[in-house]
């Protein structure tokens, strides 16, 4: 199972990180991504980490504000989140792919097996 965490409300500027916490199963084995859905939006891919935690892609619409990290001591994954936008008002989720997937196609919602419930980011003055 995966459990995202760390949502809250923020005024614009400011930062968030969220936690993607795994059970069952030891992340550094998968490759995580996080994803999020604005209402009536489709799901977004914002970032992703490889299996071997190696490398990692962003979407262009977080790059050089957003960081995903993984901690292999607590089993999670972290997005680090600055200089937030109202834009970036979503729920957040996180996904854990087990295949081979290249990093190129790791921000595409398909290619992953496992979701957890996502935590509601909100970014208002």
């Known amino acids: 199972q995966l459990q995202a965490s760390g949502g809250g409300l923020v005024q614009p500027g400011g930062s968030l990180r969220l936690s993607c916490a795994a059970s069952g199963f030891t992340m550094k084995d998968y490759a995580i991504g996080w994803f999020r859905q604005a209402p009536g939006e489709g799901r977004e891919g914002l970032a992703c980490i490889s299996s071997s935690g190696g490398a990692t892609d962003y979407a262009d619409s977080v790059k050089g504000r957003f960081t995903i990290s993984g901690d292999s001591a607590s089993n999670t994954v972290y997005l680090q989140m600055n200089s937030l936008k109202p834009e970036d008002t979503a729920v957040y989720h996180c996904?854990?792919?087990?295949?081979?997937?290249?990093?190129?196609?790791?921000?595409?919602?398909?290619?992953?097996?496992?979701w957890g419930q996502g935590t509601l980011v909100t970014v208002s003055s």
């Open positions: 996904a854990a792919d087990a295949g081979s997937t290249i990093l190129s196609q790791l921000r595409l919602p398909g290619v992953y097996d496992y």
